[in-house]
């Protein structure tokens, strides 16, 4: 058939041969994949299978990334077809077995008496984990590209963060319900897991065409709606839930239906929970890690829906061959089903009411402590460790890895009989106020650590840091979270075993009200708790609710001497809570270490604000008198200071060259406040409406209290409107259209500030400007890879015909316009800017006139263009957009190259036009 298929391409001139060759393999794997005669651990199936998948998956890295050296050698496609063939010959050859080794499915009547355990086999449990483990996998790349894509659609703030992972997980709790009623009735669970896992592949594969159409009508439906109004939350989650419910509902559904498979009589879950637990939460542990630093970042946001949709497809023909095999011993004798009788459910209480109210309470409360848990220490380790996509992949890993072993230590103890497991779940919940407690000393070391590294020739490349921070997370994210995941399978087994209700339908509502637990921990925490009190305090209260917890469990307890040592433990768990600190050294925390891996002792820190949006704000003052410095921190990085001769002179300069190439001032946009100077000289100059998005509160009252002389506190001056929002989704939603939009935000390679450098955006940015509108935007020089230079500089020449290149203060600045009247400044321009009265304040601030400024022109739009003609690549294979996502996970690992180095390298480069193209090439090497 695909020789005929093949023949009749060639024929209709069509160029898909290569397809059709890789096809071959694919096909065949998957043949053998959902064969159902022969065993899988024969070496000829399994070889068969992962010799096909294998070559396709090889056939669509190299042509993904290596497309150009193809093209350049092409013989090496010759090799590579003549290897595809030799795998397809290893296959037939091994298939041609399959006759032989076919053995009859259906066994003898008398193996139904013993179905339980067939069902209980070790066999079983390790396949049904695995598939389990594939689904958790998945279910990570999933929340991890849903929360990426509706971020482009909401914004990239903490309401429209933790409005979107509420939603998921209400999904979850729901499915949940749903899942334990479905469990209790149907007759062949694992099939019902296979047709749930099929509709996940299938409904999630039209994710990128829903959330296009999300777009639409969020934009049709809140477009000028005030970004602060209740009416745009509610929006957001109406409209997530539309496309987030489907999925995460059948996802939910799943745990209840491979329980019941697993253990058909109902009889004690626990221990099935507890393995199928560690397995999901392993499982989204390592897609957690493949997501962040390899998938993502080499076949881009849709191909990786694609991958997780096949990962559910392959797990669902996985249990669809479970459950042929399995099929005869569901062929149970009259009057008994598969999940066992009540009589069995009836034996097995152990302690009534009390157990059943402790195990719920450690369920419900304690999934809002775990997803409080992991607010506060995401929000925390952001402040010390870094606030990366690559980072956040990481706290993210680690918060996974414990709870997988907490879930396998859960296992392992309900495999005791002796263990009491009231008295062990309280002692988990002891167990994570102490780890919280200690934890609490431990904060302002981390700093303190990745400083110790200055001048460490060991770590000075990208992946020795991140190795560095993932022994950091690591250290912080386990001994916590193995006591949550500990919790979870202790509390999950009390609960299907305390009542007379069937243990499968007990366990659906207590995964439900773990979950909707979840929910209360991520609102109450995120947008109460931890704005109101910090992350000390409110990780105090985590500890302090964990500590009540036990005490409750603890009255469950049927042993008096084992509830006199619990008791002892509580006293020196509250010991350890009650010294634990409350302040945090911000000093420390704003050295920069986290970026750098060295301090940048930037002075004392005179105030703070502690936010989820805004991380850790600081402002600092170093020096006396006349050489004092007051300097804005973020998550210790800069954003500006009050050096008179200095940065203020390139901060005013940043803000004049915009005004050089456009001489309407009807309406202004200002993305990020920094120190507000830009704002500030576009109100001296005129405009008569500026729009200011600033995504962090804390950085526009910071700003506003202690750097007045630089700002005027222009955000509360008439004509000057401040938002404090995602920059992006409010021009996704603003109808307004104006002459000038300007682009200061920080450094790129923190998570999401990446979007703003994307096409999609500089699209959005061009639609809301005027014919002659003028785009400025800030790039920095030093610690910046030349390929991403070049990916910058090419994505916004993709979309604006003019872009000029300045470099002020040691920083770049990109001037980019469709008008060709805009393209350079006017000398009529600068004659009127020189001498407007009220714009003189500016103009001693920046110690020179705008015609100097003007001088700080690098390359004008011709040499560019001559720049990105020169380098001798396609352009459109530099281009970042948010579906390839190229420079937030390209930048970070710019970091760790030298400042001065990589600012010589990246000016050289520039000024390189005159080179021919083998030389630029080398130079972006």
């Not at 077995?97 to 079983?124: A, N, Y």
């Not at 916004?796 to 393209?823: H, M, P």
């Not at 009529?828 to 022109?857: C, K, S, W």
Request: with cysteine; hydrophobic share 50%; proline share 4%.
């Amino acid at each position: 058939m695909t020789l005929c298929v093949s023949l009749a391409t060639l024929y209709l001139g069509e160029h898909y041969v290569i397809d059709l060759i890789v096809a071959v393999p694919f096909s065949l794997a998957a043949v053998a994949l959902t064969t159902t005669g022969v065993a899988f651990s024969t070496s000829e199936r399994w070889r068969t299978v992962a010799l096909g998948f294998g070559c396709w998956l090889i056939w669509v890295l190299l042509l993904r990334n290596q497309i150009t050296f193809f093209i350049d050698y092409p013989w090496t496609c010759w090799l590579l077809i003549a290897g595809t063939l030799l795998i397809v010959v290893m296959q037939t050859s091994a298939m041609s077995r399959f006759d032989v080794l076919t053995t009859d499915l259906i066994e003898p009547h008398h193996t139904l008496t013993k179905q339980p355990q067939v069902f209980e086999s070790p066999s079983l449990t390790q396949r049904m984990g695995l598939m389990f483990f594939a689904s958790g996998a998945a279910a990570l790349i999933y929340q991890v590209l849903f929360a990426k894509e509706l971020a482009l659609v909401f914004g990239s703030t903490a309401t429209a963060t933790f409005t979107v992972l509420a939603t998921f997980l209400g999904g979850m709790a729901i499915g949940s319900l749903l899942g334990g009623v479905l469990a209790a009735r149907v007759t062949r669970p694992i099939a019902a897991y296979a047709m749930v896992e099929l509709a996940i592949a299938g409904f999630c594969v039209l994710t990128p065409t829903l959330f296009a159409a999300l777009q639409g009508a969020y934009v049709f439906l809140a477009a000028d709606v005030p970004p602060a109004s209740p009416t745009l939350v509610m929006l957001r989650v109406a409209l997530g839930a539309s496309v987030l419910l489907v999925p995460t509902v059948l996802m939910g559904i799943t745990l209840p239906l491979l329980a019941q498979a697993l253990n058909p009589s109902g009889h004690h879950l626990g221990g099935s929970v507890a393995w199928l637990y560690a397995c999901n939460t392993a499982g989204a542990a390592l897609g957690a890690i493949l997501t962040s630093y390899l998938v993502i970042p080499l076949v881009g946001a849709h191909s990786t829906t694609l991958i997780a949709a096949m990962m559910n497809l392959l797990v669902a023909l996985g249990a669809l061959e479970l459950a042929k095999r399995s099929a005869v011993m569901l062929e149970l004798p009259t009057g008994v089903t598969a999940f066992g009788n009540h009589e069995i459910n009836q034996s097995t209480q152990l302690g009534g009411r009390w157990v059943l109210a402790g195990a719920w309470l450690a369920l419900g409360v304690g999934g809002v402590l775990s997803l409080g848990l992991e607010v506060v220490y995401v929000h925390l380790l952001s402040i010390v460790a870094g606030n990366s996509v690559y980072a956040f992949g990481l706290m993210l890993a680690t918060f996974l890895v414990g709870l997988a072993l907490g879930g396998e230590a859960g296992r392992r103890l309900l495999a005791c009989a002796k263990a009491d497991r009231a008295a062990w779940l309280a002692l988990s919940q002891l167990g994570l106020a102490a780890a919280v407690a200690l934890g609490a000393w431990g904060w302002d070391m981390i700093p303190a650590y990745f400083a110790s590294f200055a001048g460490y020739p060991l770590v000075t490349s990208f992946q020795s840091r991140e190795a560095v921070r993932a022994i950091v997370c690591a250290l912080v994210m386990i001994p916590p979270t193995v006591c949550i995941g500990l919790s979870y399978t202790l509390a999950m087994d009390l609960a299907t075993t305390a009542t007379r209700r069937r243990g499968i339908t007990m366990l659906g509502w207590s995964a439900a009200i773990n979950t909707f637990g979840n929910i209360v921990g991520v609102l109450l925490f995120g947008f109460v708790l931890l704005p109101w009190l910090g992350g000390l305090i409110t990780a105090k209260i985590i500890a302090v609710s964990a500590m009540c917890i036990a005490a409750v469990v603890a009255t469950s307890i049927a042993s008096s001497q084992t509830q006199r040592w619990v008791g002892m433990s509580a006293v020196v768990v509250a010991l350890l809570v009650w010294l634990s600190p409350t302040r945090l050294d911000y000093e420390m925390l704003s050295s920069g270490a986290n970026v750098y891996f060295a301090p940048q002792n930037w002075g004392k820190v005179i105030d703070h604000a502690e936010s989820i949006d805004g991380g850790l704000t600081t402002v600092t003052r170093s020096g006396d008198g006349e050489q004092k410095i007051t300097t804005l921190l973020t998550n210790g990085k800069f954003q500006g200071n009050d050096a008179s001769k200095g940065e203020v002179q390139a901060q005013i300069g940043f803000a004049a060259l915009p005004l050089l190439h456009q001489d309407h001032r009807d309406n202004a946009l200002v993305i990020g406040y920094g120190t507000g100077a830009t704002s500030r000289v576009f109100h001296d100059a005129g405009f008569g409406h500026i729009d200011i998005a600033e995504l962090s509160r804390d950085v526009v009252t910071l700003s506003d209290t202690y750097f007045p002389d630089i700002n005027r506190r222009v955000s509360g001056l008439p004509g000057v409107q401040t938002h404090i929002t995602d920059g992006r989704n409010f021009l996704l939603l603003t109808r307004r259209n104006y002459d000038v939009i300007s682009i200061e935000i920080t450094s790129i390679w923190f998570a999401g500030a990446a979007s703003l450098y994307n096409r999609e955006f500089y699209q959005l940015a061009r639609s809301k400007l005027r014919h002659d509108g003028v785009l400025q935007q800030w790039v920095q020089l030093h610690h910046m890879a030349p390929t991403d230079l070049l990916t910058i500089i090419g994505t916004l020449r993709s979309e604006f015909t003019y872009v000029s290149l300045y470099v002020v203060g040691g920083q770049g600045i990109l001037i980019a316009t469709n008008d060709a009247a805009k393209n350079k400044p006017s000398s009529h321009t600068i004659t009127a800017l020189d001498t407007l009265v009220r714009l003189q304040p500016v103009r001693e601030l920046a110690g020179r006139t705008f015609a100097n400024i003007a001088d700080d022109l690098l390359l004008t739009p011709a040499q560019v263009d001559v720049f990105l003609n020169r380098v001798g690549i396609d352009q459109s294979l530099w281009i970042s957009t948010d579906n390839n996502l190229r420079l937030e996970y390209s930048r970070p690992k710019a970091n760790a190259s030298p400042p001065d180095r990589s600012f010589q390298i990246n000016m050289k480069l520039l000024t390189s036009i005159t080179d021919t193209p083998e030389l630029i090439g080398s130079k972006l090497k």
